[in-house]
């Protein structure tokens, strides 16, 4: 990928577009969701489009793109404003063109870029905003062999690793939901994994907002069929300020959750048709919220004592290991060490209440499995978290 003021290019060396598909779905406006092709399935991201025509538009008023295959290749040269001049005929022209010996793939090049767009990329540090943000979208694919390079700079994927040992476990969840297809197409399995804890490397020995490089990583991150959809996500979406639920604090520094959604139908999965925001109306995606909930948490309760004694916090940190997220392959629930001397100071506070009342406060905090004692701190964390702190 190569931008700069006056023009955008993109070419990869990934098989090609083929004819059928540039002239059938790639470049034809409108698409009924219940139609998907084989590109489409087998755990794909393809049943609402990439946003690749909307893209071009917005980029600039003048682009080519050169695709072939193995078996065919066409070319396309789109001057936006005399297209758009008449408002009859939406048609797109494509040439059929000879197949040159390279390898199969496609160039797209943008000109005459609009101010908006061309001001933005001869601002100071887009390459790196860029590059940043293809790391964190892409990791899963970037991780599993996708070289992205732009501007000559190859980008690395954003590397999630936890603290482990000295009290420290990430949690590593799977569960396994079914969703009902439209028009009646039967259940569809959707498979969810859950990683979760304290960041290795930074964050969680420096609470303070203001004190944190890296506090633009911290939060959830969610995937729908390895592509991320919400990257470093500290508001309601991923359950923080939701209901009884603490909102996010710079005290929290140092989180991290990842959560994984896959599916061989991609219309099961809960994104929107942009794929660059959550459906929090998917049933699947609030039970995995109720587990993402619990999860947090317990970094919340860490969050506390880490702060009522920075320095014996620090110590533990410094000697716990590391692993990745890719290195957790077991199951397991999510642990934060003791803190000595932490302790000191604390009162026992019981009181009694009906049981169904508190299995409905347990309910509403996304885990109906907690037990009073837990129900009881927990409310007592966000009653303090939202009106003491």
Same mark, same amino acid.
């Given at each position: 990928?190569?931008? +700069?003021? /006056?023009?955008?290019?993109?070419n990869?060396?990934?098989?090609?577009?083929?004819?059928e598909?540039?002239?059938e779905?790639?470049f034809? &406006?409108g698409r009924d969701?219940?139609?998907?092709?084989? %590109?489409?399935?087998?755990?794909? @991201?393809g049943?609402?489009?990439?946003g690749?025509?909307r893209?071009?538009?917005? !980029?600039g008023?003048q682009f080519?793109?050169?695709?072939?295959?193995?078996?065919?290749?066409?070319?396309?040269?789109?001057?936006?404003?005399?297209?758009?001049?008449?408002?009859?005929?939406?048609?797109?022209?494509l040439r059929?063109?000879?197949?040159?010996?390279?390898?199969?793939g496609?160039?797209i090049?943008?000109?005459?870029?609009?101010?908006?767009v061309s001001?933005?990329?001869?601002t100071?540090g887009?390459t790196?905003?860029? @590059?940043?943000?293809?790391?964190?979208?892409?990791a899963?694919?970037?991780?599993?062999? !996708?070289? @992205?390079?732009?501007?000559?700079?190859?980008?690395k994927?954003?590397?999630?690793t936890?603290?482990?040992?000295?009290g &420290?476990?990430?949690?590593?969840?799977?569960? /396994?939901?079914?969703?009902?297809?439209p028009?009646?197409?039967?259940?569809?399995?959707v $498979?969810?994994?859950?990683?979760a804890?304290?960041?290795?490397?930074?964050g969680t020995?420096?609470p303070d907002?203001?004190? $944190?490089?890296?506090?633009?990583?911290?939060?959830?991150?969610?995937?729908?069929? =390895?592509r991320?959809?919400?990257?470093?996500d500290?508001? $309601?979406?991923?359950?923080?300020?939701?209901?009884?639920?603490?909102?996010?604090?710079?005290?929290?520094?140092?989180?991290?959750?990842?959560? /994984? &959604?896959?599916?061989?139908?991609?219309y099961?999965?809960?994104?929107?048709?942009?794929?660059n925001?959550i459906?929090i109306? +998917?049933?699947?995606?609030?039970?995995?919220?109720?587990?993402?909930?619990?999860?947090a948490r317990?970094? @919340?309760?860490? +969050?506390?004592?880490?702060?009522?004694?920075?320095?014996?916090a620090?110590k533990?940190?410094?000697?716990a290991s590391?692993?990745?997220?890719?290195?957790?392959?077991?199951?397991?629930p999510?642990?934060?060490?003791?803190?000595?001397?932490?302790?000191?100071?604390?009162? =026992?506070?019981?009181?009694?209440?009906?049981?169904?009342?508190?299995?409905?406060?347990a %309910?509403?905090?996304?885990?109906?499995?907690?037990s009073?004692s837990?129900?009881?701190i927990?409310? &007592? $964390?966000?009653?303090?978290?939202?009106e003491?702190?």
């Amino acid at each position: 990928m190569k931008c +700069s003021p /006056s023009s955008f290019r993109i070419n990869d060396n990934c098989g090609g577009i083929s004819v059928e598909i540039a002239t059938e779905y790639a470049f034809n &406006f409108g698409r009924d969701p219940r139609e998907h092709t084989e %590109a489409d399935t087998e755990a794909g @991201i393809g049943i609402y489009g990439i946003g690749m025509k909307r893209a071009l538009f917005k !980029l600039g008023r003048q682009f080519n793109i050169q695709s072939h295959t193995k078996d065919d290749a066409f070319v396309m040269s789109v001057d936006v404003d005399k297209w758009a001049a008449n408002a009859q005929n939406w048609d797109l022209e494509l040439r059929i063109a000879k197949q040159p010996t390279k390898e199969p793939g496609t160039t797209i090049e943008v000109n005459d870029l609009r101010p908006g767009v061309s001001q933005e990329f001869a601002t100071t540090g887009f390459t790196t905003r860029l @590059i940043d943000a293809a790391a964190r979208t892409y990791a899963a694919f970037l991780d599993q062999g !996708l070289d @992205i390079k732009v501007n000559g700079t190859p980008v690395k994927p954003t590397d999630f690793t936890f603290l482990d040992g000295q009290g &420290f476990r990430p949690l590593h969840e799977r569960l /396994s939901e079914q969703v009902v297809g439209p028009s009646g197409r039967g259940k569809v399995d959707v $498979d969810v994994e859950i990683w979760a804890g304290a960041a290795s490397g930074g964050g969680t020995s420096r609470p303070d907002v203001g004190e $944190d490089d890296d506090a633009s990583l911290w939060g959830w991150y969610v995937l729908c069929n =390895n592509r991320v959809v919400l990257s470093a996500d500290k508001t $309601d979406r991923t359950g923080w300020g939701l209901a009884l639920f603490p909102q996010w604090h710079p005290q929290y520094n140092g989180f991290i959750g990842i959560v /994984s &959604f896959r599916s061989d139908e991609p219309y099961a999965l809960p994104w929107t048709t942009t794929k660059n925001d959550i459906d929090i109306e +998917s049933l699947v995606y609030r039970k995995a919220r109720g587990r993402m909930q619990a999860a947090a948490r317990e970094y @919340i309760k860490y +969050s506390r004592v880490r702060k009522a004694n920075p320095e014996g916090a620090k110590k533990i940190e410094r000697s716990a290991s590391s692993v990745k997220l890719t290195e957790l392959s077991k199951v397991q629930p999510m642990k934060t060490p003791a803190v000595p001397g932490t302790t000191q100071g604390t009162v =026992n506070i019981a009181y009694q209440k009906p049981k169904r009342q508190v299995a409905k406060v347990a %309910a509403a905090l996304g885990d109906p499995s907690l037990s009073a004692s837990q129900v009881g701190i927990q409310t &007592f $964390d966000y009653y303090y978290a939202s009106e003491v702190e």
